[in-house]
């Protein structure tokens, strides 16, 4: 079993047995596992995704009062509830807390929770690297949202077009804390990408074969893919774009000779996989849902696999069709019109499976369910009117009017939040050990459907009359006054159900004592995490699952009769792993991932305001790489023999310890 | 069976074999690698799009001294190998031999980042700032990324003779100065791109 000791970050080198316990002198070893003590040192997957999905719907808050500023003060023609310029703050602001903020981490928070317990893992590839990710993550978020009281939020726009974004016509550090915001948390998303992409392909469980994998893990395979090759284009525009502005290099600067384009095409290269970066997660998530409340397997499970790495791959070769304005030449126009209409077939193979899934299945309309369905019947809305920019003479007609605005919502309110929404019904009960009430889930839903449509589907009828977007007001008089205010309400009915969604969770909460508990699993699901307690136990899985086929979980609790029909021959209680964790060897907690994160802000800050503050970032940037460097992984004290806790019983003799030795030569 | 394991280069840290056969460490340095491809290639376009967009002098022509240039990549390109001699003497078990290569690799790595530094000086002293013309902007931001990271790569070859003095970077660590060795290759072979794209095509 010292198989453990092995080390595991990339940087972090094997420095051997002359440890001193608290490295640096700085911390001792944390081994609170409760308590904030507990949260802040943590390097469980599961908490990391926990403390993701928090984040992330404490900025959905923030970025929804954005939203719904914004359709205030579009209520009504020449309304003054906010300036031009702090209008061009919120909607910029709206659209980077929306996209970096929340749903990217929404899906990192799925990702990180399930993506070891779908695949039989004990954790991921690098725990330390995952809290490092997360707490990246979140003080870049808080990094970008502390220049509201800065000097004023960025005002570029989420795109942040160049010359525009230059100093001469955006002269308050919003655009800084956008450039140097986006790359902290941009540093979060690659580390968590490299780390997941070698956790799915390195931690699978014994006999898990990739064409064995559940749907989600697939779909976050690939995001995560993309998130490690799109991210660094993004970095380097926003490299330019930092020089520009703090160091007056010319990047950008037409008098210098500049082409504005360069930052189009740098950014819509990383923009495009982007949007994918958004959606696929969420695929992933109705692909898992569709079929339990179905009843049947997921339709066409290869086409669903190949489709989604067809989009990442066909991700790449569309960027332009968002510069079909910018006087590209018809031959660009063309190529990147055509290759636009093609990613739509995969995406329709998608779409037609999960129907196929649907088709004569003993559907159950539970709140996860609906939630999904939603995303298809939205997503599908979305799809086509994106289908419509494909058609570059259109596409002319659409540019930078409320039908743009119309159709981003459909594919990433209705396709992406909508699925992370049916995902939180779906894993709760797993995760916290009690349901989320179904009645007040469906008041949720219904509630967010009628929000959603309302709110977006007009905004197809303005935007084809000719309404622009990103302008902070109307006049009387173009007919643009009766869909705004539906819009208006719409948005409000929104947050009403976001409102209902959080009464949900305080009162499930409330309320999950008198209830019997869901045990380990309560939908009669097919994937992994299924088969162990709910919630999950802190080590996972007491042994490396076996697996011999896709939907392994399924397969051990049916099986066919003699006579060909599928019957039930295990409850989950009876097979599911009971969770003593007396085998289990977890990673040690740390301080370094978070004092490690904590520096980058500083050094934003320093960046824009005195140099002095980055010089202490620096400071704090390098000291904890070293003390990160010189703590082992694993915690030499608390382990009998210095690798593990698993005190009882005799390791060397027992049957799981010979298995793990012929599967480690 | 501990020693099996612990002698086995491709087990995970979590007490089973990877999936893939390639230990996680190295899989995420390929990774990684993979994804810096992206930044500089992004760099490079940055650079092809913008060097001969300069309203004013100093052009590329006036400064450049390309034998000078050519030296120090002759240099980067040696210590390709004396990286590669690092991994098969600490493959072979030579620890002696191993910190020889590990020193003389950084070396030659700090002896090019002397030569870029002592290019930018004579540069700047012609004339070319950073914030001069788009092609200093470009020239300096692309070459600065490259000697960031062979700057890195210098740490990370220095921590590795740190503890191989130490004695803590024997035979079974064979794996890390093969993982550091891929990191410095690539670099390596990011500037014979470079190299051959700023300096050499006209």
Redesign the interface.
């Known amino acids: 079993m010292a198989i453990v000791e092995r080390p595991s970050d990339v940087l972090a080198l094997p420095s051997g047995s002359g440890v001193a316990r608290a490295p640096l002198g700085v911390f001792a070893r944390p081994r609170a596992k409760t308590g904030w003590r507990g949260w802040v040192s943590t390097v469980d997957h599961k908490k990391i995704g926990i403390m993701y999905g928090a984040s992330s719907l404490f900025f959905f808050v923030i970025g929804g009062v954005e939203a719904l500023l914004i359709r205030a003060q579009l209520a009504a023609p020449g309304q003054k509830l906010l300036s031009a310029s702090l209008y061009n703050q919120v909607f910029t602001m709206h659209g980077i807390t929306m996209i970096f903020l929340v749903v990217m981490p929404m899906g990192a928070a799925f990702m990180n929770y399930l993506l070891p317990l779908q695949i039989g893992a004990r954790d991921v590839a690098f725990p330390r690297l995952n809290a490092l990710s997360f707490w990246t993550f979140l003080f870049g978020g808080i990094f970008l949202n502390t220049s509201w009281f800065l000097g004023g939020g960025a005002d570029g726009g989420w795109f942040a077009y160049a010359p525009n974004t230059g100093v001469i016509f955006s002269p308050s550090h919003g655009m800084d804390f956008y450039a140097l915001g986006l790359q902290i948390t941009g540093i979060a998303s690659l580390v968590g990408g490299v780390n997941l992409v070698v956790t799915v392909l390195n931690m699978r469980a014994p006999g898990m074969t990739l064409l064995k994998m559940p749907v989600f893990t697939w779909m976050s395979l690939v995001t995560q893919v993309l998130v490690v090759f799109a991210i660094p284009v993004l970095s380097v525009a926003l490299f330019l774009l930092t020089f520009d502005r703090l160091f007056d290099a010319n990047f950008f600067n037409v008098d210098q000779g500049a082409d504005p384009l360069l930052w189009e095409h740098l950014f819509w290269i990383f923009g495009h996989p982007e949007v994918y970066i958004l959606i696929l997660p969420a695929f992933g998530i109705v692909s898992e849902i569709i079929p339990v409340f179905s009843r049947k397997p997921i339709f066409g499970y290869p086409f669903m696999v190949f489709s989604g790495i067809a989009i990442g791959f066909m991700g790449w070769g569309v960027w332009a069709h968002h510069m079909f304005a910018s006087g590209l030449g018809p031959i660009s126009v063309a190529a990147f019109s055509v290759s636009t209409m093609f990613i739509a077939v995969p995406t329709g193979v998608k779409i037609l499976n999960w129907m196929a899934t649907l088709w004569g299945g003993k559907i159950s309309f539970t709140t996860p369910m609906l939630f999904s369905i939603g995303l298809v019947a939205m997503f599908t809305i979305g799809g086509l009117s994106g289908v419509t920019h494909a058609v570059a003479p259109a596409d002319q007609q659409h540019t930078d009017t409320y039908y743009v605005v119309a159709h981003f919502h459909y594919v990433i309110f209705g396709g992406a939040l909508f699925g992370f929404l049916g995902g939180f019904y779906f894993w709760w009960p797993k995760v916290f050990g009690y349901f989320l009430n179904d009645k007040l889930g469906k008041v949720h839903f219904w509630l967010t459907m009628i929000g959603f449509n309302l709110t977006f589907g007009p905004m197809h009828i303005l935007g084809l009359q000719g309404m622009s977007r990103r302008i902070q007001t109307y006049r009387d008089g173009y007919g643009f006054n009766l869909w705004n205010m539906v819009s208006t309400v719409g948005a409000f009915v929104i947050a009403l159900s976001v409102l209902v969604f959080f009464v949900n969770i305080v009162r499930s909460k409330r309320r999950a004592g008198s209830l019997p508990p869901p045990g380990p699993d309560p939908w009669d699901s097919r994937s992994l995490e299924w088969s162990i307690p709910s919630p999950t136990p802190e080590h996972n899985f007491d042994d490396d699952p076996i697996v011999t086929q896709l939907d392994d979980w399924w397969h051990q609790k049916y099986q066919e009769d003699e006579t060909g029909r599928v019957v039930k021959v295990h409850e989950p209680e009876e097979i599911a792993m009971i969770g003593d964790g007396s085998r289990a060897h977890l990673p040690a907690p740390s301080y370094w991932p978070i004092t490690l994160s904590a520096a980058f802000p500083l050094i934003g800050y320093g960046l824009i305001f005195n140099l002095a503050i980055a010089f202490v970032g620096a400071a704090v940037l390098l000291g904890s790489m070293v003390g990160w460097a010189l703590e082992p992984p694993d915690d030499e004290d608390q382990a009998p023999h210095g690798h593990g806790d698993h005190e009882d019983g005799d390791p060397d003799t027992s049957p799981s310890d010979s298995e793990e030795v012929t599967v480690g030569d | 069976?501990?020693d099996?394991?612990?002698h086995?280069p491709v087990?995970?840290?979590?007490?089973?074999?990877?999936?893939?056969g390639?230990?996680?460490?190295k899989?995420?340095?390929w990774?990684?690698l993979?994804?810096?491809c992206?930044?500089f290639?992004?760099?490079i376009s940055?650079y092809l799009?913008?060097r001969h967009?300069?309203?004013g002098g100093p052009t590329s022509e006036e400064v450049f001294d390309i034998p000078f240039t050519s030296v120090s990549s002759f240099v980067l390109l040696m210590s390709s190998l004396t990286m590669a001699l690092a991994v098969s003497s600490i493959v072979r078990g030579d620890v002696r031999l191993n910190r020889i290569w590990l020193a003389t690799t950084a070396m030659l790595g700090a002896v090019f980042m002397g030569g870029q530094v002592y290019e930018f000086t004579d540069f700047y002293r012609a004339g070319l700032g950073?914030?001069t013309?788009?092609f200093?902007?470009?020239f300096y931001?692309l070459i600065g990324f490259h000697g960031v990271h062979v700057s890195v790569g210098i740490i990370?070859l220095t921590?590795?003779l740190v503890?191989s003095l130490?004695?803590?970077l024997g035979p079974e660590?064979a794996e890390?100065v093969e993982?550091i060795g891929l990191y410095w290759h690539f670099v390596d072979i990011v500037w014979i791109i470079i190299f051959t794209v700023v300096y050499l095509i006209p």
């Open positions: 069976m501990t099996a394991a612990v086995d087990v995970a840290d979590h007490g089973h074999a990877t999936s893939t390639i230990s996680n460490t899989l995420a340095m990774v990684y993979g994804s810096d992206l930044l290639g992004s760099l940055t799009l913008l967009r300069s309203v950073f914030t013309n788009i200093g902007s470009a931001t990370m921590s590795l503890m130490r004695g803590n660590r890390a993982t």
